[in-house]
């Protein structure tokens, strides 16, 4: 190998590794904060400000929904110029959004808030995240992706309980303030320290390998097809963690047994994404299936076998697939469309998944209502399947190198 290769191979890699370390310890504090602490300050905010658990619910969703409809714009900014300043735009509007929160003391204010939360979500989570590896490093996104996701997967684990020690401590407001001054120290410099911005017209050297592949444009069918098999996923998943508690409590489980079996999904969740780490002989696509059919099978499970036990292997199983899931999306977008559209697609998936999940609970409660959670278990593992059936169509696709295919 000349020496200038060696060279810029060992400058690619450690690229990649600190991008990838940047991006890891950065989406573990920004989920923590930004995501999770909303559960630990909700029962407090509801008794301090006295007011109704679907108003303060309400700020979340808006958030959730905001996020979500600002993702394409997003990941269109990120294909054109990078991730950077967005990111680091975004760390200052979520310092903006958490400050606001918790000195609200009227709903309009709280509701401001919880909207510019909801930028900050869309500009510093996952998606951005993925973008800026696929952006940089197509060729080993897949790898990154994994080991993103499985330091940041310890986020409600480590965050959870800090935000309610800070709250027991002093008070939410107080507890509060302080997780916001932890993220604007730790994120804004995260995210000043990710690789330089770059136009479109002067792309990277890892983008200009894969240009040749570039088929954003070119493959609308497979962009639908994708998004349905996510939505489908993304609709079950949220229904199954909003009613999974609610289903535990209706077999005669105790509260605190209940939320513990409910727990051990995030868990889980760890193991799948170590298994997609382990598989990388086989495609994505194969994956994607196998992991459909899978979640399919164990939803069903409690209607074959009613037990504790087959709630508990359901909970386990769902955890695992859906930590899968979170890291085929992106391998597969990266996969199909190549890197240079990955923002833009990856954007355009996550605004339509996010509508999804904002319907599913409400469709799931009321199938509850008129029937049984056995029969919407059961609907579950139907629309799950029918998505793994779906992705037969994906499996002739030819894959890009170039991009994460190349792992």
Not at 48 to 58: F, H, N, Q, R, V
Not at 143 to 149: H, R
Not at 218 to 234: D, E, K, M, S
Not at 321 to 338: H, K
Request: aromatic share 8%.
């Amino acid at each position: 190998m000349h020496p200038a290769a060696a060279d810029s191979d060992e400058s690619d890699a450690d690229g990649w590794r600190r991008t990838t370390s940047i991006l890891s310890v950065g989406q573990l504090i920004t989920w923590g904060i930004l995501y999770y602490s909303f559960a630990v300050y909700m029962p407090q905010m509801r008794d301090d400000l006295g007011w109704s658990l679907a108003s303060l619910t309400g700020g979340f969703a808006v958030a959730v929904l905001v996020s979500g409809m600002a993702s394409p714009l997003v990941g269109r900014r990120i294909d054109r110029v990078g991730s950077r300043t967005l990111m680091s735009l975004g760390a200052v509007t979520g310092t903006v959004g958490l400050v606001l929160w918790a000195i609200a003391q009227t709903l309009t204010v709280y509701y401001i808030a919880f909207t510019i939360i909801g930028l900050a979500m869309s500009a510093t989570l996952y998606p951005p995240a993925f973008a800026t590896v696929v952006r940089h490093y197509p060729g080993k996104s897949r790898s990154a992706i994994v080991a993103i996701t499985l330091v940041a997967g310890l986020a409600s684990t480590i965050f959870s309980p800090l935000a309610q020690v800070l709250a027991h401590q002093w008070d939410w407001r107080t507890g509060l303030l302080i997780l916001a001054a932890g993220f604007a120290v730790t994120i804004i410099p995260l995210n000043l320290a990710l690789p330089q911005d770059e136009s479109s017209s002067a792309p990277t050297q890892h983008a200009q390998r894969s240009e040749p592949n570039r088929a954003g444009d070119a493959q609308p069918a497979n962009f639908w097809l994708l998004a349905v098999v996510f939505t489908l996923a993304a609709g079950t998943a949220v229904a199954f963690n909003v009613h999974i508690i609610a289903f535990l409590l209706d077999k005669g489980l105790d509260a605190t047994l209940a939320a513990s079996i409910a727990g051990a999904a995030g868990i889980s969740k760890v193991g799948g994404r170590v298994i997609i780490a382990a598989g990388t002989r086989y495609s994505a696509t194969a994956l994607l299936r196998t992991s459909l059919m899978i979640q399919a099978a164990f939803f069903a499970m409690p209607v074959v076998w009613d037990h504790t036990a087959s709630s508990v292997i359901m909970v386990l199983m769902f955890g695992a697939t859906s930590g899968a899931l979170t890291v085929l999306r992106p391998v597969l977008i990266a996969e199909l469309f190549g890197s240079e559209v990955f923002g833009s697609k990856n954007g355009q998936v996550q605004l339509i998944t996010t509508l999804a999940q904002a319907a599913a609970p409400v469709a799931a409660g009321l199938l509850v209502t008129a029937s049984s959670y056995r029969t919407t278990w059961l609907c579950l593992a139907v629309i799950v399947a029918a998505a793994s059936l779906l992705t037969v169509r994906l499996a002739n696709e030819p894959r890009h190198q170039g991009t994460a295919a190349a792992d």
